[in-house]
C-alpha cells in the first residue's frame, strides 16, 4: 500500500508478542480491491502470530482453471466440475500459503491480467461460491487461528468470527495503488481506466445476490485513505488485542 501521507500520527502502544496459543481467534478482513487487505492481513497475521488465509486467490485459482480450460462461460457446471475435481487447497509450509490446482501450484497464473478480467464473473457464480465457503470454513476448523481476508469473511463464512475489519479507501486512491504495483511489474496502466475497471469491479462484487461485498454490522471500519500501510496495519493489532482480551476476560 502506497504512503499517501507524511503527516506522522501517534501510533497506539504496541503490546507485542503472539496471541495466546490455546484459544482458537479468526480475524476477518473485507473490503473491495485495493485497500490493502492482503498485504495488511499478512503484517497482522504475522504480528499476532495467527496463520493467513487468502481467499481471493481461491477465486482467481476458479477464474484461471476457465480460461486455461477454455471452458465456455455459459457452462456453469463444467467450471464447478474442474474446481471440484481440481481439488484447490494451499501449502501451508509457505510463507505466504501458496494455493496448488491439481497438486500444481499455480500462484504464478492467478495474478495475471486476463484472470484479474474475469475472476468477477465467476465470483458470481452461486454454486461456486457455496463450494468455496464450505472449503473455507474446513480451513478454518484446520487452522482455528487465522486471519482470512475476502469479501464474505465476517458475513457469510465466518459469521462468529472474534474480530471483522472492513478495510475501504475513495476509487482514485486504490486506483493509484494498483498503478503503482503493476508500475513494479513493469506493466503501464492509465490511472483513469484503472479508477474505471475498479468501479466496475465494485459493483460486480456488491451488487451479486450471493455474499456481496458488504460491511457487517459488527466490523471495525477503517479507511484508508490517508494511512500509511504502518499506520493501518498498527490500528489493526491495537482493535485485534483489545476485543481478544476482552473475549478472555469474558466481558
Ligand atoms: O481480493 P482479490 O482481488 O484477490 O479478489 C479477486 C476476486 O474474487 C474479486 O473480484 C472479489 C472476489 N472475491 C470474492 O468474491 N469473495 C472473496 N471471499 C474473495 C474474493
Known amino acids: 500500500m502506497t504512503s499517501v501521507q507524511t503527516q506522522t500520527v501517534a501510533r497506539p502502544p504496541k503490546i507485542g508478542g503472539a496471541m495466546p496459543v490455546d484459544s482458537p481467534v ?15 492481513a499478512q503484517l497482522l497475521a504475522a504480528r499476532l502470530g495467527l496463520d493467513f488465509l487468502d481467499t481471493g486467490a481461491m477465486y482467481r ?7 486455461d480450460r477454455e471452458i465456455d462461460r455459459e457452462e456453469i457446471g463444467e467450471l464447478v466440475s474442474a474446481v471440484l475435481g481440481a481439488d484447490l487447497h494451499f501449502d501451508w ?5 501458496t494455493i496448488l490446482a491439481w497438486d500444481n501450484p499455480i500462484d504464478h497464473r492467478i495474478r495475471q491480467a486476463d484472470v484479474t478480467a474475469v475472476v468477477s464473473f465467476v465470483a458470481s457464480i452461486a454454486d461456486l461460491r457455496h463450494h468455496m465457503v464450505r472449503k473455507q470454513r474446513v480451513i478454518g476448523s484446520q487452522h482455528p ?5 475476502g ?7 465466518f459469521p462468529d468470527a472474534a474480530v471483522k475489519f472492513y478495510l475501504d479507501a475513495n476509487p482514485e486512491v486504490r486506483a493509484q495503488r494498483r498503478v503503482e504495483q503493476l508500475a513494479k511489474k513493469g506493466d503501464v ?11 466496475e469491479r465494485d459493483r460486480m462484487d ?3 445476490s450471493d455474499g456481496p461485498l458488504m460491511c457487517p454490522d459488527d ?20 482493535h485485534a488485542r483489545d476485543r481478544i482480551a476482552m473475549m478472555l476476560d469474558g466481558s
Not at 145 to 149: D, G, M, S
Not at 151 to 157: E, F, I, L, N, P
Open 219 to 238: 466490523a471495525i471500519r477503517i479507511d484508508t485513505s490517508v494511512l500509511s500501510l504502518d499506520q493501518v496495519v498498527d490500528t489493526l493489532e491495537q
Open 151 to 157: 469479501r464474505d469473511q465476517g458475513s457469510v463464512v
Open 189 to 199: 496502466v492509465d490511472i483513469q481506466e484503472m479508477c474505471e475497471r475498479i468501479v
Open 93 to 97: 509450509s509457505q510463507d505466504p500459503p
Open 206 to 208: 456488491s451488487t451479486r
Open 145 to 149: 487461528r487465522l486471519v482470512t481476508e
Open 26 to 40: 479468526i480475524i476477518t478482513i473485507d473490503g473491495p480491491a485495493g485497500t490493502g487487505k492482503s498485504t495488511v
Open 61 to 67: 485459482a476458479a477464474a484461471a482453471i476457465l480460461i
